[in-house]
């Protein structure tokens, strides 16, 4: 920090004292909210409507996501919920509601349109003539329930409609395939079969009940683990969700059909018993896992939907107050990279109890697919790379800024997903190769298997069992270690507890022993090299370098895994000599140069180049190996300056890290442009619906691979050193609050270049804080 000596102070005189008592007076002028802008979050205010559910704003809390917005005097939303696969295993939404009062008071000249960030809910306020209403619209945090309360000056008839385009079977033909885990490779007619939708005691009841058959059945057939089948986690066998639709002095008024963009639906109407100034709505959603709907609508019918707020917007304004980057620049794409950062981390917010981990191609947040590609004129329930198929690379870039904003329980729901099929990962292991280990691939269902389409219904007679056939994801295991050092992390940041996960990371570390060993005694009577290494060939560096021989991305992920883990108490002696004596095996990172520079090699070896991602720079970023304080940190910049795969990759659109790579690396300018080129408004109404890019909108490892850069520009650790600015220009003051290893917050204002109201908590660790800022 940077100190005024006695000698470059002004001189007070009579003038400069004039012009604070002026400025102090002016400070009683300024409107209040001018200083609540770096406390809270802005809102996201619209005073038009919207032309159709693109301009959508999202709206949520729990597991629930909404897509909300008013078209033609009308509100509507989508419904979504984590965790509602189909036997196709697409993600299904759970249907649009239509609202519409009358008189209408969106008819008028006055509208807004109001998302309220700190408490978590949306406005919507209209008037005409004398009409006016206000309708809130929020999710309960701690129950599954949908809250509309609607009150007008004047009394108003309220209508409000359930609509489904699932209200018959229908084929999925093409690329609309795309959105289960067929994929391009449907075996025989695809179909998404109907929901049960019916009127019951003045509320409209809808579920969706998965067939005794479901592509969990395929998969496991196809990849010749029948035998194993009953021992297997099957996350689609007996599911039913749902919900039911309900209001205050509402009754059932008939049905009505229509079709919304090129998706045909069906209605069922619930409408005021007789004019009034306020009406409470609610949506209650459930999910269970049963054999008897009786049972899921008993699970439904226990669901409190009390209209009281206090709890969810209290658990919101906590939210807010745990972390933040609140940014005041001169240049704008600062401002607007701060304020879709926190834009983005409400959307993730909104999945924070999710049973399942936020997708990265679209969360909670998709809408009618035409509208992000005009020629899939497919149902809402469309997305790009499946509903339950999980592609790890992706999703690693939602979870990993979890940790420095503090959101830590968020992260559960990805850590579980392995947990829950680390069995059948193992099983498919002993299966192909009779060794021990979990063999997680990188696109991979919710039941822990290779997807179908990838692992290829075209594969030669006598190929290994346990691969895919298929040129991308080849060989390429080492994407679950991401999550396996995130777990670590919890451990290491807040003090969480992990010791349930210890078989996830075990069994995974235990593959790669296992299967090197298997693979190279398989070609010789040598299970090491001649330094006593595995060699870890055939390998893959992520999916761009294949048939790789020492991958630098695996190679970074095993020696910081394992480096991590040997550290924990939990471990018996045992363990931990086991796992020292593996450290000992990896082999050491390769390097090549370019121009006479030095830089980090992807690899010892290679065949092709098949992707458009840069792992030689993966020990930068996740795997911490060089960065900001650390030896090597010349080769590494040098590996992003002039490797020229890197410097032809460099993008920041979707699940792109280069603004992550420069941030670590200390490379201000280039970390500023590709951050705020990735966090800028996206080409859509709501400023965080970003992409499509590689996957689908809006696009959540564009925006987790945003709030990644710009934390690291802020705050960077090694060890028990922490690094204030490494990489953030001194003309953009900040106000922030982020989380450091060993529970350790740190929050502070930089202003003109300076450092102030700086709190470590605790204390203690001021002595570790290393301010960059010069």
């Given at each position: 920090?940077?100190?005024?000596?006695?000698?470059?102070?002004?001189?007070?005189?009579?003038?400069?004292?004039?012009?604070?008592?002026?400025?102090?007076?002016?400070?009683?002028?300024?409107?209040?909210?001018?200083?609540?802008?770096?406390?809270?979050?802005?809102?996201?205010?619209?005073?038009?409507?919207?032309?159709?559910?693109?301009?959508?704003?999202?709206?949520?809390?729990?597991?629930?996501?909404?897509?909300l917005w008013v078209e033609k005097g009308n509100i509507y939303f989508y419904l979504s919920k984590s965790g509602t696969f189909d036997e196709n295993n697409t993600l299904l939404k759970l249907g649009r509601v239509k609202l519409k009062l009358s008189p209408n008071p969106f008819e008028g000249k006055t509208f807004k349109q109001e998302l309220v960030l700190k408490d978590g809910y949306a406005q919507i306020s209209g008037s005409n003539g004398k009409l006016n209403t206000t309708i809130n619209v929020w999710i309960d945090v701690f129950n599954p329930v949908i809250h509309l309360d609607v009150k007008s000056n004047q009394k108003t008839i309220t209508e409000v409609g359930y609509e489904s385009w699932r209200f018959d079977d229908r084929i999925t033909k093409g690329k609309e395939n795309n959105q289960n885990s067929y994929k391009w490779a449907p075996q025989g007619i695809v179909k998404t079969l109907q929901d049960k939708i019916a009127f019951k005691n003045n509320t409209v009841q809808f579920y969706h009940q998965n067939k005794a058959e479901t592509v969990f059945d395929v998969t496991v057939k196809q990849q010749g683990l029948e035998d194993r089948k009953a021992e297997m986690f099957n996350p689609l066998k007996n599911l039913i969700f749902g919900g039911k639709m309900q209001g205050e002095n509402m009754v059932p008024a008939g049905n009505y059909e229509g079709t919304y963009l090129s998706t045909p639906f069906k209605a069922w109407t619930l409408k005021s018993k007789k004019p009034s100034n306020s009406v409470h709505i609610s949506i209650t959603l459930n999910t269970s896992v049963t054999e008897s709907v009786n049972k899921w609508e008993q699970a439904l019918n226990q669901v409190s939907t009390k209209n009281d707020q206090k709890a969810s917007i209290k658990w919101w304004n906590e939210y807010w107050k745990k972390s933040f980057i609140y940014i005041n620049s001169k240049d704008e794409p600062a401002n607007q990279s701060s304020k879709n950062y926190q834009l983005f981390r409400y959307m993730l917010g909104c999945n924070a109890f999710g049973k399942y981990p936020t997708k990265f191609n679209g969360g909670l947040f998709t809408f009618d697919p035409q509208l992000t590609d005009t020629a899939l004129k497919y149902t809402p329930d469309f997305r790009n790379w499946g509903g339950g198929t999980h592609t790890a690379q992706n999703q690693r870039l939602v979870y990993w800024p979890m940790l420095k904003s503090g959101d830590f329980g968020m992260m559960k729901s990805q850590f579980d997903f392995y947990l829950q099929i680390l069995k059948n990962a193992e099983i498919r292991t002993e299966s192909a190769w009779k060794h021990k280990g979990a063999s997680f691939t990188?696109?991979?269902?919710?039941?822990?298997?290779?997807?179908?389409?990838?692992?290829?219904?075209?594969?030669p007679t006598d190929f290994d069992k346990g691969m895919e056939y298929n040129a991308w994801l080849e060989y390429e295991w080492d994407t679950v270690l991401e999550s396996c050092m995130m777990i670590l992390e919890t451990e290491r940041f807040n003090g969480d507890n992990i010791e349930k996960y210890l078989p996830l990371i075990e069994s995974s570390l235990t593959f790669f022993?296992?299967?090197?060993?298997?693979?190279?005694?398989?070609?010789?009577?040598?299970?090491?090299?001649?330094?006593?290494?595995?060699?870890?060939?055939?390998?893959?560096?992520?999916?761009?370098?294949?048939?790789?021989y020492n991958s630098t991305s695996t190679i970074s992920a095993l020696k910081t895994v394992l480096e991590r883990l040997v550290e924990l108490s939990a471990l018996?002696?045992?363990?931990?000599?086991?796992?020292?004596?593996?450290?000992?095996?990896?082999?050491?990172?390769?390097?090549?140069?370019?121009?006479?520079h030095t830089t980090i090699a992807p690899a010892k070896l290679w065949e092709r180049i098949n992707n458009v991602e840069s792992p030689q720079l993966y020990p930068v970023f996740p795997w911490g190996i060089y960065g900001t304080g650390k030896s090597g940190l010349d080769t590494a910049i040098n590996t992003f300056k002039y490797d020229t795969d890197v410097l032809k990759f460099r993008s920041y659109i979707g699940w792109k890290q280069d603004n992550i790579f420069a941030a670590r690396l200390g490379l201000t300018d280039d970390a500023a442009k590709l951050t705020t080129a990735k966090l800028k408004d996206s080409n859509r109404r709501f400023p965080a619906f970003w992409g499509p890019g590689f996957d689908w909108a809006p696009d959540h490892n564009w925006g987790g691979s945003g709030m990644i850069g710009l934390q690291e520009m802020l705050l960077q650790t090694d060890g028990k050193k922490i690094y204030l600015f490494p990489a953030w220009p001194k003309d953009w003051d900040v106000h922030f609050k982020l989380y450091a290893p060993y529970q350790t917050t740190i929050e502070g204002t930089l202003k003109d270049g300076k450092l102030t109201d700086?709190?470590?908590?605790?204390?203690?660790?001021?002595i570790d804080l290393i301010n960059m800022i010069n």
């Open positions: 920090m940077k100190l005024t000596t006695k000698a470059q102070r002004p001189q007070r005189t009579f003038a400069t004292i004039l012009n604070s008592l002026v400025c102090l007076v002016s400070l009683w002028f300024i409107p209040s909210d001018a200083f609540s802008q770096e406390k809270e979050p802005k809102n996201v205010t619209w005073t038009t409507q919207s032309l159709n559910s693109s301009e959508s704003m999202p709206v949520g809390g729990g597991d629930i996501g909404l897509n990188e696109q991979l269902e919710n039941f822990g298997l290779p997807n179908p389409a990838e692992y290829g219904w075209k594969r022993k296992e299967h090197y060993t298997y693979l190279a005694k398989q070609r010789g009577a040598k299970a090491l090299d001649a330094n006593g290494h595995l060699v870890l060939y055939p390998g893959s560096g992520a999916e761009t370098y294949k048939m790789a018996s002696e045992k363990q931990k000599a086991a796992w020292v004596a593996m450290l000992k095996t990896i082999p050491p990172i390769s390097f090549r140069t370019f121009d006479g700086l709190k470590v908590v605790p204390e203690s660790r001021k």
